[in-house]
Nanobody, 125 residues
């Protein structure tokens, strides 16, 4: 089992930047593939970004590619999502996710074994 706690979500103006953090419990953080998903009201939870165990490989949804950067610090049991050039359509609850057994980077909710509780990001127009 692993517990994930997100932080950093807030109200920001369009064009602004924000960094989300996800702190994980346990001693085996580096064994998990990690990711970020988001969910807007009335919408399905959608993939945002994922990262390999070492942090050497990343993958992004087309909607955020070039604007968002996922990273991890295994010594701190933390994964980050740096968001720039934010748009109103980025408004959503952002969820940290852990995949304990994946062979490839997680890209769908069915890949995920553990979820954080989410943090609200609101981008004003």
């Amino acid at each position: 089992q692993v517990q994930l706690v997100e932080s950093g979500g807030e109200l920001v103006q369009a064009g602004g930047s924000l960094r989300l953090s996800c702190a994980a419990s346990g001693r085996a953080f580096s064994r998990y593939l990690m990711g970020w998903f988001r969910q807007a009201p009335g919408q399905e939870r959608e993939f945002v970004a994922s990262i390999s165990r070492s942090g050497s490989s990343t993958y992004y949804a087309d909607s955020v590619k070039g604007r968002f950067t996922i990273s991890r610090d295994n010594a701190k049991n933390t994964v980050y999502l740096r968001m720039t050039s934010l748009k109103p359509e980025d408004t959503a609850v952002y969820y940290c996710a852990a995949d304990s057994s994946g062979l490839v980077l997680p890209t769908t909710p069915t890949d995920v074994d553990y979820w954080g509780q989410g943090t609200q990001v609101t981008v004003s127009s």
